[in-house]
């Protein structure tokens, strides 16, 4: 039962043009929502993130954008440069926990 | 510098043995979690300690065992009954629970564990 799903395994976007990575969730308790940013072989590293009270969220090149009645949140990445080429996990914070979606590797074309 | 560190890096063990996995970190915060990443399968949850001498067990235990003796130490043991160990293995630290309130996690760099 994924609770967190991101349904684009890859995505690939030339330099300077927007990225959109999706996440889809079905749980409507869960009240905070976190992006992580992962290199092979390192562990994630925290992005951005969004409470479920609001529905949009900007820091620098990175939005992340919350629509609750779809259940849905979104990263917009402008523009997009060849060092965000990696993988993206969305998380939910649900009860004393985090629950993570599979990942969307991104991959920056020069 | 605060932080979470994991080692080994890269750990080989052959078939039947268990193997102790360590994580540590200088950064103060009460929560502590272990997950495990498979290829296509994102972070999966395997135990979490909120608090000293307490902890529970994720979405994936079995197989598994830990302890949280100190704030700052909470090792994973994989037991010879883990059916599929091999498996890329991240600990995490946030300052509370995120059922109390939210809490960035802080991921250590990662052990990948091949069993032989």
């Known amino acids: 039962d994924q609770q967190v799903k991101q349904n684009s395994p890859s995505l690939s976007v030339q330099e300077g043009r927007i990225s959109i990575l999706n996440c889809d969730y079905t749980n409507s308790m869960f009240d905070y929502f976190l992006w992580y940013k992962k290199y092979p072989a390192e562990g994630p590293t925290f992005l951005i993130s969004?409470?479920?009270?609001?529905d949009k969220n900007e820091d620098g090149r990175f939005t992340v954008f919350l629509n609750k009645s779809a259940k849905h949140l979104s990263l917009h990445i402008v523009p997009s440069q060849p060092g965000d080429s990696a993988v993206y996990f969305c998380a939910a914070s649900g009860t004393y926990k985090y629950i993570f979606g599979t990942g969307t590797r991104l991959k920056v074309l020069a | 510098d605060g932080g979470i560190t994991q080692s080994p890096k890269y750990l080989f063990r052959k078939e039947g043995q268990n193997v102790t996995l360590s994580c540590e970190q200088n950064?103060?915060?009460?929560?502590m979690y272990w997950y495990r990443q498979d290829p296509g399968q994102g972070l999966r949850l395997i135990y979490y300690?909120?608090?000293?001498?307490?902890?529970q067990k994720g979405d994936i235990a079995e197989g598994y065992s830990v302890s949280r003796e100190k704030k700052e130490s909470f090792p994973l043991t994989v037991t010879s009954a883990q059916k599929n160990p091999t498996a890329f293995y991240l600990c995490?630290?946030?300052?509370?629970?995120?059922?109390?309130?939210?809490?960035?996690?802080?991921f250590g760099p990662g052990t990948r564990l091949t069993v032989l």
């Open positions: 969004i409470s479920s009270i609001k």
């Open positions: 950064l103060n915060h009460d929560a």
């Open positions: 995490a630290s946030s300052i509370g629970s995120s059922g109390v309130s939210y809490n960035e996690q802080f």
């Open positions: 300690s909120h608090i000293v001498n307490d902890f």
